[in-house]
């Protein structure tokens, strides 16, 4: 009789903790479900706003590309915007070129102490790698993607 009420008691409480166990896994994997939902419509949403920022930038890279020069322009005025545009396109890559060559003249030139290398190197080190990394980072899709 100890047997019976032992294998009865036994199975209803392996039974009940078997329940229990599948009613928390249904839970957790209801929870599960709703992140999963949750984590597509922030995704979604995210790719709607990357959608239309691409799509600003395209519009603003094909406003910048026409820059319109008006027909009553004395030719000088043309010849300048030429000049213009021209030191405007060469100022950062001039800028980090020279950049360049001085960071290599202060580290491979004897001209300074080894006091005034040492107090200037690391903050041109620093200047240096911003510059050049800026220049390369920022090139524009067009030019990089080929």
């Given at each position: 009789?100890?047997?019976?009420?032992?294998?009865?008691?036994?199975?209803?409480?392996?039974?009940?903790?078997?329940?229990?166990?599948?009613?928390?896994?249904?839970?957790?994997?209801?929870?599960?479900?709703?992140?999963?939902?949750?984590?597509?419509?922030?995704?979604?949403?995210?790719?709607?706003?990357?959608?239309?920022?691409?799509?600003?930038?395209?519009?603003?890279?094909?406003?910048?590309?026409?820059?319109?020069?008006?027909?009553?322009?004395?030719?000088?005025?043309?010849?300048?915007?030429?000049?213009?545009?021209?030191?405007?396109?060469?100022?950062?890559?001039?800028?980090?070129?020279?950049?360049?060559?001085?960071?290599?003249?202060?580290?491979?030139?004897?001209k300074l102490g080894?006091?005034?290398?040492?107090?200037?190197?690391?903050?041109?080190?620093?200047?240096?790698?911003?510059?050049?990394?800026?220049?390369?980072?920022?090139?524009?899709?067009?030019?990089?993607?080929?």
């Amino acid at each position: 009789m100890f047997s019976f009420i032992s294998s009865a008691l036994g199975g209803s409480l392996l039974g009940g903790i078997l329940s229990l166990f599948q009613k928390w896994a249904d839970v957790k994997a209801k929870g599960m479900e709703a992140d999963i939902e949750i984590r597509k419509m922030e995704s979604m949403a995210r790719l709607k706003v990357t959608e239309g920022e691409l799509a600003a930038f395209n519009t603003s890279q094909q406003a910048n590309e026409d820059i319109a020069i008006p027909a009553n322009t004395p030719a000088w005025v043309s010849a300048i915007r030429v000049l213009v545009d021209a030191f405007r396109a060469f100022t950062r890559p001039g800028l980090t070129w020279a950049m360049i060559i001085t960071l290599s003249c202060v580290i491979f030139g004897d001209k300074l102490g080894i006091t005034a290398t040492e107090a200037v190197i690391s903050d041109f080190v620093f200047t240096t790698s911003t510059a050049v990394m800026w220049w390369f980072g920022s090139r524009p899709l067009a030019r990089t993607a080929k």
